[in-house]
């Protein structure tokens, strides 16, 4: 193994994906075109300075009343042609979903939608994103290998053998998890964790994780979608989340940096070489797509079994690998769940399921699949 290796991760996604920055934009933010599908972002401030003083009063007027009044006059004053180029910053393509939730907005609705992270040259996929991924990924993988139970007890994570009655639950964590609990949790399988004058010391620079480096994506397109939410029992239609996501289809690249001999000099914990890492990722996050895919089959949601087909087809090439990014990832994809007790609450089985792209949520596709290969440079 050579000290540095270098890749380019290429990245393909197969559904939609949306990644969260924490912020919304609000409803006196934008103005649709529905002719063009599309959604202008606004400068409010330099709208205001280009409107009348009877027209900026009428506006600021209608905004304080909630944002379907915001979204009416910003509508109309768009039609007029009242709003001046130097007020828009941005222009965002929009679906058919998104564009409807707004046209039949009710006036309880909020329409804030969330945006993508953006740098100077586009919205992007964040490198810590892709990287958590990888690493639960590891973690299960670990865990696998090892063939041993990682049970929290008398306060602390410990290691025991198998027992008969333990078949794949790997995972036995208290009842309810802690920040603490979940960072220590790491430390124990990856070999971190230190006692020191008695007391557990998680040391981060000997986070395997550490020799591993990924930037942030190239640029992509956003794309506003409508996020709905499935309920097998339940019409959960009128649960709506407006957000941008990168649409099905889209590619992305990352620089992947490896320091191995971080791991051979004894600079971290362990050594998790790209072609294992490559299985892991094959390994857990297929057994996450069939688990998918059987509610899939069991409640008639073409539109994701399309897309768990497609995966299926990608991976019969064995350099290429399964991710799942960003929100409405799923339980299973962030908590481990698939080692957990069956009686364990996280291990439970969600009842809903968040889609996008689709007035219907069952029509719409799952979030945050992808497929990558490593490529050397």
């Known amino acids: 193994m050579s000290f540095l290796e270098a890749y380019r991760l290429e990245l393909e996604l197969v559904s939609p994906v949306h990644v969260g920055t924490g912020e919304s934009y609000p409803a006196y933010a934008y103005v649709p075109d529905f002719a063009q599908k599309k959604v202008h972002l606004l400068d409010l401030s330099r ?4 409107l009348s ?14 944002p379907k009044g915001a979204q009416e006059v910003l509508r109309s004053l768009y039609q007029e042609g009242q709003i001046p180029q130097e007020a828009i910053l941005r222009t965002l393509p929009a679906s058919p979903a998104f564009l409807q939730t707004i046209q039949k907005a009710t006036e309880e609705a909020q329409l804030e939608y969330r945006p993508l992270p953006y740098s100077p040259l586009g919205a992007y996929l964040p490198g810590s994103s892709l ?58 399988v990856l070999g971190y964790r230190e006692y020191r004058k008695g ?19 190239s640029p992509g397109e956003g794309f506003l979608n409508r996020i709905g939410v499935f309920h097998a029992r339940k019409d959960l239609s009128k649960m709506v989340i407006l957000a941008e996501t990168f649409r099905k289809g889209s590619r992305f690249s990352f620089l992947l940096r490896y320091q191995g001999g ?45 897309v768990y087909g497609e995966l299926e087809e990608r991976l019969k090439d064995p350099e290429v690998f399964p991710l799942r990014l960003g929100f409405g990832s799923g339980r299973l994809a962030l908590r481990l769940a698939l080692l957990l007790p069956e009686e364990h609450p996280e291990a439970q089985e969600p009842l809903t399921r968040k889609t996008a792209g689709a007035q219907t949520p069952k029509d719409g596709y799952p979030l945050g699949w992808a497929l990558g290969r490593l490529v050397s440079l």
């Not at 090892?146 to 008398?154: A, H, K, L, P």
């Not at 040391?203 to 942030?216: E, G, M, T």
Request: no cysteine; net charge positive; proline share 5%.
């Open 262 to 306: 971080l791991a051979e000099r004894g600079g971290v914990a362990g050594a998790i070489p790209l072609t294992e890492l490559v299985q892991a990722l094959r390994e857990y996050y297929g057994k996450v797509a069939e688990w998918e895919r059987g509610y899939a089959e069991e409640h008639g949601l073409r539109r994701a079994l399309e």
């Open 131 to 188: 990287k958590g991924a990888l690493r639960t990924a590891w973690l299960f993988h670990t865990l696998v290998r090892r063939g041993e139970v990682v049970e929290f007890r008398e306060g602390a994570w410990k290691f025991r053998p198998l027992r008969p009655g333990d078949k794949d639950a790997l995972i036995h964590p208290p009842r309810k998890l802690s920040l603490r609990e979940n960072q220590s949790f790491e430390g124990v």
């Open 47 to 50: 709208l205001l300075l280009a």
């Open 199 to 217: 007391k557990e010391v998680l040391d981060l620079y000997r986070d395997p994780f550490r020799a591993l480096r990924v930037s942030d994506s």
């Open 53 to 66: 003083p009877e027209r900026r009063e009428a506006l600021l007027r209608r905004v304080a009343a909630g």
